[in-house]
């Protein structure tokens, strides 16, 4: 393949979801809990998080195998937005990379926002 080809096709894949920087599986602080992203079943172009480990706290529901975040797209360089479902509420969300390896995610509350970091366990 040409170098301008190559480029194109890295291009092309970035576009899409699963050439996304975000998929992978991605762990909350403490390990307390763990969210797969990659693209949505819908073929929206769009992507999604679906739990997949978790440490249920006394009183809580579970959340394993439920989708927490759709509707990811780019919204800028290393930027995304989309929508946070707690519960039966759904909240705007913001993911950033901050660095390899490294994401935080923004989910607001009318007045508060919260950001969260969490770290790529693989890809």
Known sequence: ???VGAILAATVALATPAGSPLVGTWASPGDLSAAR????????????????RET????????????????LRPDGPG???????MGRQTLPATVRLRRPGVAEMTVCRWPLCRTVAYRRVDS
């Open 56 to 71: 249920v706290a006394k009183g809580e529901l579970p959340t394993l195998g439920q989708v927490i975040l759709h509707g």
């Open 1 to 3: 393949m040409s170098p």
């Open 37 to 52: 992203i990659g693209p949505c079943v819908r073929d929206s172009g769009e992507l999604c998080a679906v739990v997949v």
């Open 79 to 85: 930027r995304w937005k989309g929508v946070y479902i």
